[in-house]
């Protein structure tokens, strides 16, 4: 099970960090992505880390805003998000896999989480 928390309404320009928790399972050697979706719009994949190879990939629309980290001792991914813009408004899912590849968006995930709501509005 994949948990999401952190996120909530926050000011364009402002930032917030977004919490995905692995639960029952290490996410020591999986891969694992953010994706989001906006309201009429198609689920777009965003960020990904490999824990077996360090290997980070990050998509046009966030490089250089969003950042990864990992915290092995509480089994958590972070995404880091500055600079928030009203167009990044939109649920955000982790998801994690123990083979597919970082790059890789597509729905093959053997785990997804529910979602956090990420509100970017002045």
């Not at 994706?35 to 994949?45: N, S």
Request: charged content about 15%; glycine content about 14%.
């Amino acid at each position: 099970q994949l948990v999401e928390s952190g996120g909530g309404l926050v000011q364009p320009g402002g930032s917030l960090t977004l919490s995905c928790a692995g639960s029952g399972f290490s996410l020591g050697y999986y891969l694992i992505a953010w994706f989001r979706q906006a309201p009429g719009k198609e689920r777009e994949g965003i960020s990904c880390i490999s824990r077996r190879s360090g290997i980070q990939n990050f998509a046009g629309s966030v490089k250089g805003r969003f950042t990864i980290s990992v915290d092995n001792a509480t089994n958590t991914v972070y995404l880091h998000m500055n600079n928030l813009k009203p167009e990044d408004t939109a649920i955000y899912y982790c998801a994690a896999d123990p083979t597919l590849y970082c790059g890789y968006y597509g729905s093959n995930f053997s785990y997804w989480g529910r979602g956090t709501q990420v509100t970017v509005s002045s």
